[in-house]
C-alpha cells in the first residue's frame, strides 16, 4: 500500500509521516528532506547526473551512500531546497529517485507533489492543511526565532510552492483534505488510521 501526504510548509506532514509509518511498518519517505540532500550535493559542486539519494528503512537519508541525515537541519539548505524544486530538472530527477524508493514496497511518502506527481496512484491521498498562524507557531515552536519572519518566511514558501510552473503545490483530486489547526498530532494519526482501516477494507473487497 503506498500512501501519499501532502501538504505545504509546516502543516504537520513530517509529523504524521513518521507516526503512520511507525504503527503500520511501513517505509517513510520525507521528499523534501531529499530535496535538501540535493541543495548539500549543489553546495558541495556535485552535478544532477552524479546524485544517487536513497532513504534507509531506519530514517537516515543517504548521499551517494553517505548518511548526510545530521546536515540536513542546517536553514541555508531550507532556501536553496525550495529553489531547487521549482527547477523542472531538478525535479525530475527526484521524482524518479522517489519512485524507484516507493517500488514494490508499503511506504508513506510526504511532501508537495506526492498524490499528483510521484504517486498518483497511490490508494490512499491526504491533503494537510493548517492556517498561516498555525503553521508559523508550529515552526516557531520547533526551530525558535521571532513569529512575524517566520510568518513571512512560510506566506513566501506558500507562494513559491502553489505558483511554480512545475508540480505546483495543489491537492489531488481524489485525495481527502485534512485541516490540522486545532488538533494534536495524535488526534491527526487516529484519523488518518481510521482511513487506512477503511481503505484496506475496501481494496480487500
Same mark, same amino acid.
Given at each position: 500500500m503506498?500512501i +501519499?501526504? *501532502?501538504g505545504? &510548509? &509546516?502543516?504537520g506532514?513530517?509529523? !504524521?509521516?513518521k507516526r503512520? +509509518?511507525? %504503527?503500520?511498518?511501513?517505509l517513510?519517505?520525507?521528499?523534501?528532506?531529499?530535496?535538501r %540532500?540535493a541543495?548539500?550535493a549543489?553546495?558541495?559542486?556535485?552535478?544532477l547526473e552524479d546524485? *544517487?539519494?536513497?532513504?534507509?528503512?531506519?530514517?537516515?537519508?543517504? $548521499?551517494?551512500?553517505e #548518511?548526510v541525515?545530521a546536515l540536513l537541519?542546517?536553514p541555508?539548505l *531550507?532556501?536553496?531546497?525550495s529553489?531547487?524544486?521549482a *527547477?523542472s530538472?531538478v525535479r @525530475?530527477?527526484?521524482?524518479a529517485? /522517489?519512485?524507484k524508493? %516507493?517500488e514494490g514496497?508499503d511506504?508513506?511518502? @510526504?511532501?508537495? #507533489?506526492?498524490?499528483?506527481v510521484?504517486?498518483?496512484? &497511490?490508494e $490512499?491521498k491526504?491533503f494537510?492543511?493548517a492556517?498561516?498562524e498555525e503553521? &508559523?507557531r508550529?515552526r516557531?515552536r @520547533? /526551530?525558535?526565532?521571532? !513569529?512575524?519572519?517566520?510568518?513571512? %518566511?512560510?506566506r513566501?514558501?506558500d507562494?513559491? #510552492?502553489?505558483t511554480?510552473?512545475c508540480?505546483p503545490?495543489k491537492? +489531488?483530486?481524489?485525495?481527502v483534505?485534512l485541516?490540522?489547526?486545532?488538533k494534536?498530532? @495524535?488526534?491527526? $494519526?487516529?484519523?488518518?488510521?481510521k482511513m487506512v482501516e477503511?481503505?484496506?477494507?475496501?481494496m #480487500?473487497?
Amino acid at each position: 500500500m503506498k500512501i +501519499a501526504i *501532502d501538504g505545504p &510548509a &509546516a502543516a504537520g506532514k513530517t509529523t !504524521l509521516g513518521k507516526r503512520l +509509518a511507525q %504503527a503500520l511498518g511501513f517505509l517513510f519517505v520525507p521528499t523534501g528532506a531529499m530535496y535538501r %540532500a540535493a541543495a548539500l550535493a549543489f553546495q558541495r559542486g556535485l552535478r544532477l547526473e552524479d546524485i *544517487d539519494i536513497t532513504v534507509t528503512e531506519s530514517g537516515k537519508i543517504l $548521499l551517494n551512500g553517505e #548518511d548526510v541525515t545530521a546536515l540536513l537541519s542546517n536553514p541555508e539548505l *531550507d532556501e536553496l531546497s525550495s529553489v531547487l524544486s521549482a *527547477d523542472s530538472r531538478v525535479r @525530475e530527477r527526484l521524482v524518479a529517485l /522517489q519512485r524507484k524508493i %516507493a517500488e514494490g514496497r508499503d511506504v508513506v511518502m @510526504e511532501g508537495r #507533489d506526492i498524490g499528483t506527481v510521484v504517486l498518483p496512484d &497511490a490508494e $490512499l491521498k491526504i491533503f494537510l492543511w493548517a492556517t498561516l498562524e498555525e503553521r &508559523a507557531r508550529r515552526r516557531q515552536r @520547533e /526551530q525558535g526565532g521571532r !513569529l512575524e519572519e517566520i510568518l513571512e %518566511a512560510i506566506r513566501r514558501r506558500d507562494e513559491r #510552492d502553489s505558483t511554480r510552473a512545475c508540480s505546483p503545490l495543489k491537492p +489531488a483530486p481524489d485525495a481527502v483534505f485534512l485541516d490540522t489547526t486545532d488538533k494534536t498530532p @495524535e488526534e491527526v $494519526l487516529k484519523e488518518v488510521l481510521k482511513m487506512v482501516e477503511e481503505r484496506r477494507a475496501r481494496m #480487500d473487497r
